[in-house]
């Protein structure tokens, strides 16, 4: 078998697992729970065969004049950057809605690191903006905006797994979680995209074999997705802890930022005059020595 139908296999396999995994997803009716996931697989699943057969008008595989395939590349360019685009727009919110379903159980944390999840995407939308270089114009800018967003974003999903795995038994979330799998599939992805990219910067003549690799490891997230669809999910366990405990604390804390509650007026004392104080000891110093004097008297 080459290399070229090799990849096509799995590129076909790969559009097979996205159509089985999102209906699956919607048959189970999980994009109620996680909205942005399925939309994101609706889009990965509806993208894949326009994107295919944009490439094959593109390559000249139908014919055609040099007129119709330079068209056909335009197209392809357009709709391909554009999905990017979306995707890197849909994975912020789903790692939003993974983080939601984590810290259901702590409703202060939640409220509170949702702020900061907001600030953190913000952050990365100005980072991104700022690094453009503009050396392209019009619709060549595409590339520019669309990779470093999508670094942002995978960063992003790599720190969300990882406070998954730290805080796991604090939150009292199975690794059967429905959460934590789309945490750990989403991550495994973007570890994939960083080692991909750094290798064949380094290795150009590894592309084949690295391309081989990184459709392998996205084919076993995907498996895992539908894996973690399939099989019962587990019933989260109720956290409950300690009075004393620091998660507890901090929950009520945090609950507690932004509510004015009552208002009570603590009193303050009086502002004094510095010479008026110094007068007072003044006189009680005078009044001592005037005493002792008539004792001594």
Known sequence: MSSQLAMTTMSAAEFLLSAVLGFVFWKKGLHRRFPAMGLYLMLRVASAPVLSLLLLEQTGQFGGSAQFQRSGAQAYFFTYWLVYIASAVLLY???MEVFRSALSALPGLLKFGAVIFRWAVLVS?????????FAHRGFLIM????IPLMRSVSLLELCLLAFLCLSMNALRLSMRDLAFGISLGFGVMSSNDFVFASLTARYASLTAPLQFGYETIILLSLGTWIAYCMLPEPVRKPVVMPVNSTIYRWNEIASALGHTGTQVAVPQPANTFFLTDVENVVEKVLN???KRRESES
């Open 125 to 133: 939308v100005i980072v991104t903006v700022s690094s453009i270089s």
């Open 288 to 290: 001592r020595n005037l």
């Open 143 to 146: 590339p520019d905006v669309a």
């Open 93 to 95: 919110f789903i790692c």
